[in-house]
């Protein structure tokens, strides 16, 4: 579903990802931890685009993104992006926020994208608070109405940058609980998060980043187990 192949970036003359190469398949769920600054975000962003990298190629569903004659616009409307903080439209209620992509991008009439953004409001708990303002919802809440805005439409995978890093502590396993049903559910997802709790229970594969290196790419028994690099084994310590 995603194939990163030997992809480079800089940003000036700093090299933020070096020969980085992993792939994701249908229904997998890989894990991306790392120090702060190892270029998880960088690496996540450059599967939309979000982020142009100068080296390499990154495939989605079969699509080159780096292509200059691929439609970008169409190909994250298809890709999932939840971010650390949210990003909820903060002037639009929580209908408005779950229907607007659905009808502006991919063109559904508003009765349409209103009865699947209410039944995902009612699948992550939320159903009672449509009528509000993203600023009158916890942060829990919030992130769970930025989930349910990217399912609403119909992604064909989910990325994830730290979903859970802003959210106070009794929040987060109302998010991690949602993120372990999507990954039951066969979800294809690429979640940078240092939740271990989660890579335990639904990870297919954990990757380990360090300096922009992609320095473990292996299966979450493995990784848990017998982390081969002496960086990746700090790192255990630290947060385990
Ligand atoms: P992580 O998500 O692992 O903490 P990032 O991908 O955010 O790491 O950042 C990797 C490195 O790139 C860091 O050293 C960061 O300071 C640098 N960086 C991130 N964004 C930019 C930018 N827009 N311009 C210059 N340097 C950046
Ligand atoms: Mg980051």
Redo the contacts with the bound molecule.
């Keep these: 579903m995603i194939d990163i192949s030997n992809v480079n970036k800089w940003?000036?003359n700093?090299q933020?990802l070096t020969d980085c190469t992993t792939s994701v398949k249908k229904g997998e769920v890989v894990v991306v931890c790392?120090?702060?600054?190892?270029?998880?975000?960088?690496?996540i962003?450059c599967v939309n685009m979000l982020e142009p990298f100068q080296k390499g190629t990154i495939t989605v569903d079969g699509i080159s993104v780096g292509d200059k004659g691929t439609d970008l616009p169409k190909l994250r409307s298809r890709v999932g992006m939840v971010f650390q903080h949210f990003e909820l439209f903060p002037h639009l209620t929580i209908t408005d926020n779950l229907t607007l992509a659905q009808i502006k991008v991919l063109g559904r009439s508003k009765d349409e994208a209103m009865a699947k953004g209410l039944g995902l409001l009612d699948r992550v708990g939320l159903k009672a608070h449509a009528h509000k303002f993203p600023g009158q919802l916890s942060g829990g809440q919030q992130q769970r109405v930025a989930i349910a805005r990217a399912l609403s439409m119909d992604p064909i995978c989910m990325l994830f940058?730290?979903p859970t890093s802003a959210l106070d502590p009794e929040m987060i396993n109302e998010v991690l609980d949602v993120m372990v049903e999507l990954a039951q559910e066969g979800m294809t997802m690429m979640c940078?998060t240092h939740e271990m709790g989660f890579a335990r229970k639904v990870a297919d594969r954990v990757i380990f980043?360090d300096k922009?290196h992609i320095v473990e790419d292996c299966t979450k028994d493995d990784f848990f187990g017998t982390p081969r690099s002496e960086r990746a084994q700090q790192f255990l310590s630290k947060i385990l």
């Design positions: 940003y000036g700093f933020v790392g120090p702060s600054g190892s270029g998880k975000s960088t690496l962003k940058d730290e940078v980043m922009g």
